[in-house]
């Protein structure tokens, strides 16, 4: 049985299951949908991100599915996860998100991102949460101004691991 991390209205967000693999993989390698969020991975690279975010669930921490309430369609990743090594940020909750380009534009970002903070501070004691994003990806800084997080140009840093994709990382946090 999945287990269920939290819903919201329309979603339902949950711990990964080996059958959402090739949806996973799919996105991770779609160039639309990593154009901000790094290097298009084949499947081994979508296994390492995948096996890293289980990882993270010790700490009941890792992106989790998000599916429609409706139909259990799958429509994106979002959760938690401390924030990169070697970064400014290390160490920090930080919570990220991907969703499948045919569900762009319905809301869902930013209601998985909400259900998530809302766990978030329910069931965490970290002091803030924090959000990074390339600044030339202005939809998941709407998303960000969307779910209550502010702009902290202070926490901006240049990406060492992605520097010809995203130029800068810009840091919000709440």
């Not at 949950?14 to 059958?19: D, E, K, T």
């Not at 979508?46 to 890792?62: C, F, K, N, P």
């Not at 924030?83 to 290390?90: C, Q, T």
Request: glycine share 10%.
């Amino acid at each position: 049985m999945i287990e269920t991390i939290v819903e919201s209205e329309r979603l339902r967000l949950r711990v990964p299951g080996a059958a959402d693999r090739a949806t996973l993989h799919g996105w991770f390698g779609d160039r639309q949908v990593m154009a901000d969020l790094g290097p298009v991975r084949d499947a081994a690279a979508s296994d390492a991100v995948i096996a890293r975010h289980e990882a993270y669930r010790a700490d009941r921490l890792g992106f989790w599915m998000v599916e429609r309430r409706a139909d259990g369609v799958p429509v994106g990743f979002c959760g938690l996860k401390p924030s990169d090594p070697g970064r400014p940020l290390a160490g920090e909750l930080e919570i990220g998100w991907m969703f499948g380009p045919a569900h762009w534009g319905q809301g869902y970002a930013g209601e998985a991102a909400r259900a998530v903070i809302d766990w978030a501070w329910a069931n965490r004691t970290d002091p803030r949460i924090v959000a990074v994003t390339a600044r030339v990806n202005v939809k998941s800084q709407r998303v960000m101004e969307r779910i209550g997080m502010r702009a902290a140009p202070e926490l901006d840093y240049e990406h060492p691991s992605y520097p010809e994709a995203t130029g800068c990382a810009t840091a919000s946090s709440m």
